[in-house]
């Protein structure tokens, strides 16, 4: 039994190897490409629309909402990158139905990457909303002690994502791969299922942390604009 798709090798020359992460990556990335290709390249301004576009805008303005929700006042400047990572981690989980399929995101390394694109992100965003120095400032909020503990807190909360996003989706592969070894074939159809919905709830649960962690990083820019001084007297 592999506990990992870095196990399964498909190629190896020297320290070189082609493992099923990165294969399964790189296929799931030219799938979601395609699709969105096919998608988006007869886009229609009209009534008129195809089933397809509808679809796609049923999806992008359900992000939309969920981003504004988390306290993003302007969804549309993080729709690319947290929707990527929303499509990303379900597609891995989709296509589990797909006979000798293995989701990249059962390796630590493909969870840990994610993470580190969160990591990455939380400062350009944070640095593009409040300016570099508004952004180093509230690292040492609300007092200078807070330093260290700031600091530790950006490098934790970066691998808990990566190692609670692992341990869920390996937990349940290694699960559908027991009960496939013993017992009949229609118990672990309904696993499967059940595995496929516990990837939807993850890949929700992994982008609404990385939308919360940019509303912590931007909430100078985001903030309600300040009232009007009521007019003074005659």
């Not at 099923?20 to 490409?33: G, K, N, S, Y």
């Not at 300040?226 to 005659?234: E, F, L, R, T, Y």
Request: aromatic share 10%; with cysteine.
């Amino acid at each position: 039994m592999r506990l990992s798709p870095d196990q399964w090798i498909f190629w190896q020359h020297g320290i070189v190897k082609l493992n099923a992460t990165i294969l399964f990556t790189w296929a799931l990335m030219l799938v979601l490409w395609l699709g969105s290709w096919l998608v988006t390249r007869r886009l229609s301004a009209d009534h008129r629309r195809s089933r397809w576009q509808n679809l796609l805008e049923i999806v992008i303005t359900g992000i939309e909402h969920q981003i504004a929700d988390v306290g993003l006042r302007q969804p549309r400047r993080y729709l690319g990158f947290l929707g990527t990572l929303f499509l990303f981690v379900a597609a891995a989980s989709l296509f589990t139905i797909v006979p000798g399929y293995d989701p990249p995101t059962g390796s630590l390394s493909t969870t840990l990457a994610l993470a580190l694109c969160v990591f990455v992100a939380v400062p350009l965003y944070g640095i593009r909303g409040q300016g570099l120095r508004g952004y180093l400032r509230s690292y040492l909020e609300p007092t200078m002690m807070m330093l260290p503990f700031n600091i530790i807190s950006e490098l934790s909360r970066t691998l808990a994502l990566a190692v609670r996003l692992f341990g869920n989706m390996m937990s349940g592969a290694m699960i559908i791969a027991i009960l496939l070894t013993i017992t009949p074939f229609l118990f672990p159809i309904v696993m499967t299922a059940l595995g496929l919905l516990t990837g939807m709830v993850q890949a929700y649960i992994f982008s609404i942390l990385a939308a919360v962690y940019l509303a912590a990083a931007t909430h100078a820019d985001e903030a309600e604009p300040a009232p009007a001084p009521p007019p003074g007297p005659d």
